[in-house]
């Protein structure tokens, strides 16, 4: 990879965790935590399903996963001599590796195709419906037919944050009793290392992330100590605003602001309510 490359890719990286640090949610006056899942006490709450909802900061996540994808199924693939006719099963578990893993899908593209062939997305639940196809994942039917007497299949995880590992541990288990999918490698957007008391390995399991959780804290605290204490929640500083985000919380108080007046006169400018008033209002 050239200098110029490895320069394009850290600048994107770095507008990615500012868009981070723009959009976590800080806490509120009166508390200095909030209180994960796992029970780990977080600092601040990257609320990274956000972000995956904006146009252009999902397609420069998907691309930098896509990127990261690449790489580790072709290690993969040449360090235990897998052929690359064999499938691969890349998995997002509920909510934002769901969103996650159906972004990168949409955007694996011909190229992508011939690069890492036979890469197959699959949607993974929390807990297994319990009505319908009483299916715990989603996919290709000769994907979501599979048991635990399947031939071997190897696997990818997809996910926005890896803090104490329990997620893909439990990810990994089920999903080698269940599938016979053996997870060879796991991708997060974030390292929230922090949250680990040691270093977090998993034997014949590969784990990477677009960075570690350092890169959005410099931001983090330059948002700190430009907002302050008061009405820091939900806003974003000024260097986070320049990239497209969630930037109008409550578009209702928004609207009460309006007069009727002008709001009438804002809504019979659009194309849409000008036809359909004509339904109404024809002489």
Known sequence: MSDSSEDTIQKELDALARVFAANAKLPPVGSSYFLATSGVRLPYYLNLTTNLLIPSVSRLAAAHCKRMLHEMIQHVRESSLIASS????????????????????????????????????????????????????????????????????????????????????????????????????????????????????????????????????????RREGSEGREGREGSADEEGAKIPSMAVDNVDDALRRLPLLALLTLLLTLPSFTSLSTLFWRD
């Open 86 to 221: 064999r499938d691969i099963y890349c998995i997002g578990p509920e909510t934002a590796g769901g969103i996650l893993v159906s972004q990168v899908c949409q955007a694996w593209s011909e190229s992508d195709e011939e690069e890492t062939p036979n890469m197959n997305f699959i949607y993974m639940r929390k807990k297994r419906k319990l009505t319908g196809t009483l299916q715990h994942i989603e996919g290709a039917p000769f994907i979501t037919g599979r048991s635990s007497r399947s031939s071997p299949a190897l696997g990818v995880w997809l996910d926005d944050v890896v803090s104490t590992g329990k997620s893909l541990l439990d990810g990994v288990k089920l999903l080698k009793e269940d599938y016979n999918i053996n997870i060879v490698a796991a991708l997060f957007l974030v390292d929230r290392s922090s949250d680990r008391k040691k270093s977090f390995k998993m034997k014949g399991v590969s784990i990477r992330s677009l960075m570690d959780e350092d890169a959005i804290k410099e931001h983090l605290e």
